[in-house]
C-alpha cells in the first residue's frame, strides 16, 4: 500500500522554526516531483515547494528565502525546513507525490498530485 506519513507540525511562536517530515512507502520515489502544500481555513489548498527527482527546488514566493525542501532517496523521505515563520503560515500542510521528472508549472497545482498524506497541523502564534 502506497502511503505518505507527514509529522513534524506544532505550536511555534513567530519567528521560530519547524521542520516537517513525509515518510513515503509503498513504492520508490525517484521519478516523483514530492511537493508540500498547505490549507488554512477557510481558503484554497496551496503549494509550498517542490523537489523534483532530478533534485531541483522549487518554491512560492510567499516562502522563498524562509523554508527549504529537501528529500533523502535511501530513506524515502521528504523535508520542509521552515525558518522565520509568520502567523500567515498557520495552516494544515500536505505531502503529495506526483509521477513526473519535470516540474513544470502545473505542479504548483494540487490536482496534478494523486498521493496525498493525511497532513500535519502548523500553528504559528504572534
Known amino acids: 500500500q502506497v502511503q505518505l506519513v507527514e509529522s513534524g507540525g506544532g505550536l511555534v511562536q513567530s519567528g521560530g522554526s519547524l521542520r516537517l517530515s513525509c515518510a513515503a512507502s509503498?513504492?520508490?520515489?525517484?521519478?516523483?516531483?514530492m511537493s508540500w502544500f498547505r490549507q488554512a481555513p477557510g481558503k484554497e489548498r496551496e503549494f509550498v515547494a517542490a523537489?523534483?527527482?532530478?533534485?531541483?527546488?522549487y518554491y512560492a514566493d510567499s516562502v522563498k528565502d524562509r523554508f527549504t525542501i529537501s528529500g533523502d532517496n535511501a530513506k524515502n523521505t521528504v523535508s520542509l525546513q521552515m525558518n522565520s515563520l509568520k502567523p500567515e503560515d498557520t495552516a494544515v500542510y500536505y505531502c503529495?507525490?506526483?509521477?513526473?521528472?519535470?516540474?513544470?508549472?502545473?505542479?504548483?497545482?494540487?490536482?496534478?498530485?494523486?498521493?496525498w498524506g493525511q497532513g500535519t497541523q502548523v500553528t504559528v502564534s504572534s
Open positions: 503529495a507525490a506526483a509521477r513526473t521528472v519535470y516540474v513544470s508549472a502545473n505542479y504548483f497545482r494540487p490536482g496534478k498530485y494523486d498521493l
Open positions: 509503498g513504492r520508490t520515489f525517484d521519478s516523483y516531483a
Open positions: 523537489l523534483s527527482g532530478g533534485g531541483n527546488t
